[in-house]
């Protein structure tokens, strides 16, 4: 038979003094020095709280107790074992079934005795007793504060507060429920902000959204389900300390709610997820990023930002500048907005794609453009060659009576068209391939791929436009922060 000291502490108490596991540890081992107890032996939940019991090393604790290994279970004190008065009579009523007792080792009784049992089951209750006084203080004062006048929580994003009451702003609602809809569907926070300014959306505080913003606003805001929580966060000295989730005094349907449970809590799950991803802001930002030339030094012109606060919220401006200059003072400082440059190349590459002609100042030859070539040539072929099966097909199809004529007749405009611009294609990377190209072939070729990246390059995901503009711009001079010359990868 052992004696089982049991060590306690939760997340948030890692830090507070008196609690630590050495501690703890330390105190229980020279109590049972004290106590003559040579055959010990330590059970440690370590960041585990006392809301129920379900604990690995209380849980094991217990089945030592069935199995008749435990004499006398110890703690320093009551509160480490459990917080609950329920847990804790019915912890000692199993404890007695299997011949066991308890000890706190700082609360100078046990359960080995009468009164011992009663003083636990009186500090117990005042445990608990405690715990929702402290509730109650919260919610009197929450409540004193709405008789004051004083709104109760702030009104975010959505809300507005009218006669003390959190009323649906219908205009602002609108647009949570679609970004949480994007935002479930893969839109990232940083996009949803971007979306947000793009439609001149303003925050709670009349600014911009930034991606941070966005996550925030999102993260277990259980005002938009309808719901109030308060003492989410205490004072310690200056500083703002998290409560734990159990210390939360939640009210629930207090106003009508925005957003659905299951889409709330489906966003909640992707927060999650993406906790610890770094923000959008840190990684490469920008669409252009590394193509974007100086035209006056030839030195890599870099994105960069400023920013600054107003009225609370915090303002970025993005911008190429000459990194000849940011970072060693030549040149001269010279830079271009992204919200300039980046939609003027996106609006001369959706006019290539459209066959428009656009002045090209120069381009490359990537090593592997004319293997491309061929692999493009013998692809396009084969398409060409699947038109001829496909319309063979349908028309077999119609002679047999599963289609009507109706639609064999849309079938030939459409395959007709199709193989029309594949004889086009065709004819394009024969010539490239027997001769070196001419400027006119260049265009030529510049516009098929133009076309043939036309959806990526108007994609709302940012990976995918950034790929497609690399795809097909090989740099982007810029000159005196206006004039810009593309060049082209063929
Ligand atoms: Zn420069």
């Known amino acids: 038979m052992i004696v089982a000291l049991y060590v306690r502490v939760s997340t948030d108490e890692q830090a507070k003094e008196g609690v630590s596991i050495a501690e703890q540890k330390e105190r229980l081992q020279a109590y049972a020095t004290s106590q003559g107890w040579r055959e010990y032996e330590f059970y440690i939940d370590d960041g585990y709280s006392a809301k129920d019991t ?11 107790v069935q199995n008749g290994r435990i004499q006398a279970v110890v703690t320093t004190k009551i509160d480490r074992l459990t917080r609950r008065l ?4 019915q912890f000692t009523d199993f404890l007695d079934e299997n011949e066991c007792v308890y000890k706190s080792s700082s609360e100078a009784f046990d359960t080995s005795t009468a009164a011992g049992r009663m003083v636990l089951q009186l500090l117990g209750v005042f445990a608990e007793f405690e715990r929702e ?9 929450m409540q004193h504060l709405a008789h004051q006048g004083k709104p109760i929580s702030r009104p975010c994003f959505g809300y507005d507060l009218i006669d003390k009451q ?7 609602a609108k647009w949570v429920r679609k970004i949480a809809e994007m935002y479930i569907e893969g839109y990232g926070p940083f996009q949803l902000a971007k979306l947000l300014n793009k439609e001149k959306v303003l925050t709670k505080n009349r600014g911009q959204w930034s991606a941070k913003a966005i996550r925030v606003f999102f993260t277990e805001n259980r005002m938009l389900i ?12 200056q500083k703002l300390i998290e409560n734990s989730e159990e210390e939360w005094i939640v009210a629930e349907g207090t106003h009508p709610p925005i957003l659905h449970k299951e889409i709330y809590d489906a966003v909640q799950e992707k927060i999650d997820k993406t906790k610890g991803v770094a923000p959008r802001s840190k990684r490469s930002n920008y669409l ?8 006056h030094c030839g030195s890599r012109m870099i994105g960069t930002f400023s920013k600054w606060k107003k009225e609370g919220e915090t303002l970025r401006n993005f911008r190429y500048i000459c990194s000849n200059y940011q970072k060693k003072g030549l040149c001269f400082n010279h830079y271009i907005q992204t919200e300039v440059i980046e939609p003027y190349v996106l609006e001369k590459l959706g006019q290539l794609a459209k066959g428009a002609s656009v002045p090209i100042h120069g381009y490359v030859e990537t090593s592997t453009h004319q293997k491309k070539v061929r692999d493009e040539l013998s692809q396009a072929k084969r398409n060409l060659k699947s038109i001829g099966e496909k319309w063979q097909r349908q028309k077999e199809a119609y002679e047999e009576g599963v289609i009507p004529l109706a639609e064999l007749k849309d079938d030939r405009t459409r395959l007709d068209s199709e193989k029309l611009e594949l004889e086009e294609k065709i ?5 490239a391939i027997e ?6 072939d260049i265009q030529k070729f510049i516009h098929l791929k133009a076309k043939e990246l036309k959806e990526a390059l108007s994609s709302n995901v940012f990976e995918i436009q950034q790929n497609a503009v690399r795809e097909i711009i090989h740099e982007v001079q810029v000159f005196d922060s206006k004039e810009v010359q593309l060049s082209f990868k063929l």
Not at 288 to 295: D, F, H, I, K, T
């Open 427 to 431: 004819k394009v990377l024969e010539a």
């Open 288 to 295: 252009l990023s590394g193509m974007v030339q100086c035209g």
């Open 435 to 440: 001769d070196p190209m001419n400027d006119k």
């Open 166 to 172: 959190l009323v649906i702003n219908e205009e602002e």
């Open 54 to 64: 379900n604990r690995p090393a209380f849980q094991r604790m217990v089945t030592d």
């Open 133 to 141: 006084r402290i509730a109650e203080r919260v919610k009197d004062n």
């Open 86 to 89: 329920l847990d804790l009579l």
């Open 226 to 237: 309808g719901d109030l929580v308060w003492n989410k966060q205490k004072r310690k000295g």
